[in-house]
T-cell receptor, first 114, second 114 residues
């Protein structure tokens, strides 16, 4: 089955710890994205990568870091600098790097920082 | 900052009723418009999109949306809903020609009662 996988579904961490969220796609898409969703708010773009070995900050990149060493993988690290890390995180991919391309989403990871 | 408003948070309809979900955005320039849907237990997926041309665009499963530039709106419609349309619906806007952004609304939860 082609698609996007995110693991784990639920993640708990202590305050002050860095945590890495996984996102893998086997759709052979060039572009990948990370969004954050909070209650009562729309999805907000954290980082995006339009091609391997390149990525750009989105609207709320502070306290996050990413890497794109392989086309199929785009892990997101939530660092201790992120002031409010508890949220639902969604990964997406698209065939090209344009934001008008259809984005295909993963199932999401719910991160809770205790 | 750009914003996307979905004023209906939760809509409850009986089967066969007509549906209209509102979406308004704040950007005054060129926009590309999307509706995404998340069915229970499934990933967020594209329902329809508008880039240019006929302002009435048709999507999957009998949905359509109308772009009214003067009202900064892109409302989603369906003449007769089914129980299987129960889902959360998100409006999204790419603001500006070739812009690297995608702004989402907060979503509208639709419950269709059989």
């Amino acid at each position: 089955d082609g698609g996007i996988t995110q693991s784990p579904k639920y993640l708990f961490r202590k305050e002050g710890q860095n945590v890495t969220l996984s996102c893998e796609q086997n759709l052979n898409h060039d572009a990948m994205y990370w969004y954050r969703q909070d209650p009562g708010q729309g999805l907000r773009l954290i980082y995006y990568s339009q091609i391997v070995n390149d990525f750009q900050k989105g609207d709320i990149a502070e306290g996050y870091s990413v890497s794109r060493e392989k086309k199929e993988s785009f892990p997101l690290t939530v660092t201790s600098a992120q002031k409010n890390p508890t949220a639902f995180y969604l990964c997406a991919s698209s065939t090209g790097g344009s934001f008008t391309d259809t984005q295909y989403f993963g199932p999401g990871t719910r991160l809770t920082v205790l | 900052a750009q914003s996307v408003s979905q004023h209906n948070h939760h809509v409850i309809l009986s089967e066969a009723a007509s549906l209209e979900l509102g979406c308004n955005y704040s950007y005054g320039g060129t926009v590309n418009l999307f509706w995404y849907v998340q069915y229970p237990g499934q990933h967020l997926q594209l329902l329809l999109k508008y880039f240019s041309g006929d302002p009435l665009v048709k999507g999957i499963k009998g949905f359509e949306a109308e772009f009214i530039k003067s009202k900064f709106s892109f409302n989603l419609r369906k003449p007769s809903v089914q129980w299987s349309d129960t889902a959360e619906y998100f409006c999204a806007v790419n603001a500006g020609t070739g812009a690297n952004n995608l702004f989402f609304g907060t979503g509208t939860r639709l419950t269709v009662i059989p």
